[in-house]
């Protein structure tokens, strides 16, 4: 019997990391792998949802369904076995910028058909940027028009008249999926329970797309958390989304940017290091920045 096989998709800042986290806190004693796709090199999201999962799998640096990693997640798929014994289901968390489409034909031309069964295609959308995003990112359109069910995240923070516009807005893309609302990532939904009725077919990827500038920022030691997060959040409307670890003084701070909203939380451990993604307009005020770290200008 095929493991069902669930992929959960949502573009850049749409919760699905906080989304899986509290799905994998009702697992137990169930046992599903997670297999989390970063886009930029640093690995952000692995480590946060390994504090919920204990059957985590990261790839980073690349979108899983671009050339550039679609390998990697076959060959990681084909080992997820191998690796987690008696697994009771697997949960895809793709790249913000990707599009899922080209998951079904990706199993059954690798005959991994045989060993997983795709149950659904679970998108989330914030309310509150999906109509500028719509607008300039062709790649979150194809993210709801694959989706057996579209997740309203963030629902408690916006009026009800931006969730009946949100919701129109997929059902013109998508007027089979099913719609939910949640708030923090919290409902009942079992994501390997899905069964989806209806498939839309893709081809794997080119490249990432162009429309995005992803940047790195290292560190080599101890910065101030508060001033660096102050010149990312000056970057504006160029800025998509940031999200990383920052080593201080006095312990761990996880930071995260998304619909201008800023957050620094402290965390009990981390792998330094901020993964930003920027209108490519941003290009050289993202060497400014990525400059002023290596200079030692945040450093304490």
Known sequence: MPIPLALVAGFLGAGKTTFLARYAARLAPRRVAFLVNEFAATDVDTPLLAAAASCVVGISGGSIFCRCKATE???QLSGLTEEFPALDGVVVEASGMADPSAARSMLDESGLDRVYRLVGTVTLVDPGTLPKILDTLPAAERQVAAADL???????????????????L?????????????????CDLDLLALD????????????????????????DGPVAAEALAAAIAAL????????????????????D??????????????RAGLALILHPRARERAAALVAAVAAGTFAT
Request: contains cysteine.
């Open 73 to 75: 997640f076959i060959r």
């Open 150 to 168: 579209v997740v309203m995240s963030k629902s408690d923070l916006h009026p009800p008249e931006a969730l009946a516009a949100c919701e129109a």
């Open 170 to 186: 997929v059902r013109g893309i998508n007027p089979a999926a099913r719609l939910l609302r949640v708030v923090r990532g919290a």
């Open 196 to 219: 989806a009725t209806r498939w839309v077919d893709g081809e794997v990827a080119e490249c990432a797309d162009p429309a995005l500038l992803p940047v790195e920022l290292p560190f």
């Open 236 to 255: 504006g409307d160029d800025l998509q989304r940031a999200k990383g670890f920052i080593p201080t003084r006095t312990g761990w701070i996880y930071l």
């Open 257 to 270: 940017w998304s619909a201008g909203r800023l957050a620094l939380t402290p965390a009990a451990s981390g």
